[in-house]
């Protein structure tokens, strides 16, 4: 007897946001709970009963928990993850749909790709957040609920396809009004990680002069200081917080001599520039990721990457400048 489409493609989007979460703690769960006889699994997942298979995904599942309570290993897993997840996904809907037309078969991978890759980029930033300069560094018990949600999750998809897919789809939706800011964080770790498998010999470094700017930054720049540029430095950073905010914008630091300090970045099809007070600064000195904090009447948080100057050169050169100006 071929599945109920509808409620088929509902129990594929649950589990897709539960492997989103982690893909190891949703699957070893299921296989865990048909190895018990607690779940019927269907058929084309019943390998996933076997002792050698779910066995192994609470090894991986363990490893995520440990990974991600130190913060290294925390933003490298979940950035290398942010192609694994999606991939896991799309294997488990194929072989979930393997009875179904083709049609139904890219369907049902499609929305488990986009769904996943969606909750993937929400955890990406959270972590990201959490390590850096975001509102909720004090979420200690993040991942224990991450691993908790995966495998509920994973396992209600299948036993109560409805109920599962209504949990997953708010926490789909929950996220979107802070999507910008998510997606900022997200592709702050996504770039350092990169960065460092891509040139892990490239030393930190300024753009120097006012012609390494896009015209249309440079543009920018000129209109907040009310000058000509001139002689400056640039070099990309996130600006992470700025006043109570955290909006976590990628774009680029620039500093001149005697003018003051300028983030410029570009929202939709707009170009912005953020006129940056004076302060005591503190770097974290932390690696892949720095931040530096800076108490100035709006207080602001920097976020610099691998190719970025370090905190203490950052804050040498602002104070530098801020003595001409």
């Known amino acids: ?64 928990g440990v990974f991600s309570n130190h913060r290294l290993t925390d933003l490298g897993w979940n950035a290398l993850h942010i192609i694994a997840r999606p991939l896991a996904a799309v294997l488990y809907a194929s072989a979930a749909t393997v009875l179904v037309t083709d049609a139904g078969q890219w369907i049902a991978a499609l929305f488990a790709l986009l769904s996943a890759f969606f909750i993937a980029i929400w955890v990406l930033a959270v972590r990201t957040a959490a390590r850096t300069a975001g509102p909720i560094s004090w979420m200690s018990g993040f991942t224990p609920l991450r691993l908790a949600a995966a495998a509920a999750i994973g396992v209600t998809a299948i036993s109560a396809p409805v109920f599962a897919f209504a949990i997953a789809a708010v926490l789909l939706v929950a996220p979107i009004p802070h999507a910008p800011s998510l997606w900022g964080a997200g592709l702050l770790n996504l770039s350092s990680v990169l960065a460092v498998l891509a040139r892990p010999d490239r030393f930190p470094t300024w753009d120097t002069g006012a012609e390494s700017l896009p015209r249309s930054l440079r543009m920018a720049v000129e209109t907040e200081i009310g000058a000509a540029l001139g002689p400056s430095r640039s070099t990309r950073v996130t600006l992470a917080r700025f006043g109570p905010r955290w909006p976590y914008f990628r774009g680029r630091l620039v500093v001149a001599h005697e003018k003051p300090a300028v983030f410029v970045y570009r929202r939709g099809f707009r170009v912005r520039a953020v006129r940056l007070g004076l302060g005591m600064g503190h770097p974290d000195h932390a690696p892949l990721v720095e931040t530096v904090e800076i108490e100035a009447a709006a207080p602001y948080a920097l976020c610099l990457g691998p190719r970025a100057p370090r905190g203490p050169a950052i804050l040498a050169e602002m104070e530098r400048t801020a003595r001409s100006w």
Do not use: K, Q, R
């Not at 509902?10 to 709970?33: E, F, K, M, Q």
């Open 1 to 64: 007897m071929s599945p109920d489409p509808t409620l088929l493609l509902l129990s594929i989007v649950a589990s897709a946001v539960a492997i989103g979460l982690s893909p190891y703690a949703a699957l070893a769960a299921v296989g865990l709970a048909g190895h018990l006889g607690l779940l019927e699994v269907p058929d084309a997942l019943v390998g996933l009963s076997s002792s050698a298979v779910w066995g192994a995904l609470l090894v991986m599942t363990v490893l995520d």
